[in-house]
């Protein structure tokens, strides 16, 4: 298989299932942010080697970066397309929640708000955070257009939501304190 088709050379690109869009269509936006999430999500892995976190992180990554595809694949499916892929389903968005009610189990209750940072694996770990909120919006602009699979934009809503607290646990886990922010008085 040619990695170059030349079929995008005039700005679109086709859809699984049949198709052709332009490449500035919502739908080619929200896949593109959710393979930027997942490429970031690559970047974390790769900060996470020999890191005290990396027994339970780095594992869950690679799921994530798993269920990722599919999110990108059901994005770029037409939800009349047919079973040609597999989609993103309740059972991804729960297993999401328990990873995220897992890992608060260890972590300090939220009383201020957290800044980014920490260690270049937690650093980059937000970083992916607001690349999948980016990737929620795009989806909800598509969907202003078409139909397309709400447990995508559920699960991107979740996923950035486990994110924000794997960045924390990592960061616990490392021994590196939050830096937190509390607005001061004028």
């Given at each position: 298989m040619k990695i170059y088709t030349r079929t995008g050379d005039t700005g679109s690109t086709a859809l699984f299932g049949g198709g052709r869009v332009p490449k500035h269509h919502p739908r080619i936006r929200a896949y593109g942010t959710v393979d930027e999430a997942n490429s970031v999500l690559g970047l974390a892995r790769s900060h996470l080697q020999a890191h005290p976190g990396a027994d339970l992180a780095e594992p869950l990554l690679g799921r994530l970066q798993e269920e990722l595809f599919v999110l990108g694949a059901?994005?770029?499916?037409?939800?009349?397309?047919?079973?040609?892929?597999?989609?993103?389903?309740?059972?991804?968005?729960?297993?999401?929640?328990?990873?995220?009610?897992?890992?608060?189990?260890?972590?300090?209750?939220?009383?201020?708000?957290?800044?980014?940072?920490?260690?270049?694996?937690?650093?980059?770990?937000?970083?992916?955070?607001?690349?999948?909120?980016?990737?929620?919006?795009?989806?909800?602009?598509?969907?202003?257009?078409?139909?397309?699979?709400?447990?995508?934009?559920?699960?991107?809503?979740?996923?950035?939501?486990?994110?924000?607290?794997?960045a924390r646990w990592v960061n616990r886990r490392a021994g590196v304190s939050e830096s937190t922010w509390a607005p001061t008085p004028r």
């Open positions: 059901d994005l770029a499916t037409p939800l009349d397309a047919g079973p040609t892929v597999p989609r993103i389903e309740p059972r991804h968005v729960l297993r999401l929640e328990e990873d995220i009610d897992r890992l608060e189990a260890d972590l300090p209750p939220l009383k201020h708000f957290i800044l980014p940072g920490g260690t270049p694996a937690a650093a980059t770990l937000h970083v992916a955070r607001t690349v999948c909120r980016r990737a929620e919006r795009h989806v909800v602009e598509a969907m202003a257009d078409e139909p397309l699979n709400e447990q995508g934009l559920i699960y991107l809503n979740r996923l950035s939501d486990l994110l924000f607290v794997l």
